[in-house]
């Protein structure tokens, strides 16, 4: 069930850059499920790929103080480079997913206000943004820096949404247990919703996101990943699952998905890791991912990687 609000002024103009005067301003925004949607049109891409482009992202660690550091990296900074990398191209993206802690720790909700600062030039450029939720946010607070109200029959107060892509569905999915506990789960009822999801459109090529990773090697993975993979494995319309957390850049294949591991924006647990985001082409058979590196180590910046989908 969506619902909506209309940006503050203050918000739309608190950090702007010289670029936005190439956007239309779009005053209008609505929140579906988990993500700030805009009304923006949709364009080529520049290389001539009708499909155009999405930004994905996880990890912005965002905290109130837009200078506070951690494992010495500016988080705030880091997504404000981001933020720039984005607007930099030729074409705005369809849109940006945020696959999961949005916030610093605990998902104080100060940091939620710099977080939206901070992405507010994506915003006045009207790129629809998408957001799921991970361990480090607080779905209350996310709740009110957005002003947004509960769907009438929420999945165990979980926040779920859909996005509508041009040839493909994008899922996201709330793995988050409570603020600061690092496990994730799903549930029932929102693997129930997944299900039924992708049964309702048997023939559109879906990618889910989740902010936990998928191995079960790890103490912090997903806790009920063998569900979730349950759902999707055997449905082939699901093509892809996305997730970050582990703060690592990952795409391999994992029960014949592509399983991506996104890289962190905010700060690296292991020095030989990127920070950034990933480009996201799709094609009529699949996509492509492209890493583009805004610190940590650049040395796959520009990577590109091919995905292709599993038939049908």
Known sequence: MPFHLTPRPEVATSTPTPRLSRRDFLAGMAIGGTGIMVGCSRRAGSDGNEGGWYAWLADTHVAADPRATLRDEVMAENLKRVVDDILEADDPPHGVVVDGDLAYHDGQPKDYDTFLATTAPLRAAGIPMHLALGNHDDRSH???????????????EKLVGVVEGKGLRMLLLDSLQKPNVTPGRLGRRQLGWLAGELDAHPEAPAIVFVHHNLNASWQSALLDTDDLLGVLVPRRQAKAVVFGHTHVWNPRQLDGLHAINLPAVGYRFLPKQPLGWCVF????????????????????????????????
């Open 142 to 156: 996310v709740r009110s820096a957005l002003k947004a109200l509960l769907p009438a029959d929420p999945l165990d």
């Open 281 to 312: 082409r799709p094609t009529d058979c699949g996509g492509e991912l492209e890493l583009r590196c805004v610190g940590g180590d650049r040395r796959q910046h520009g990577r590109r990687v091919p995905l292709t989908w599993r038939s049908t």
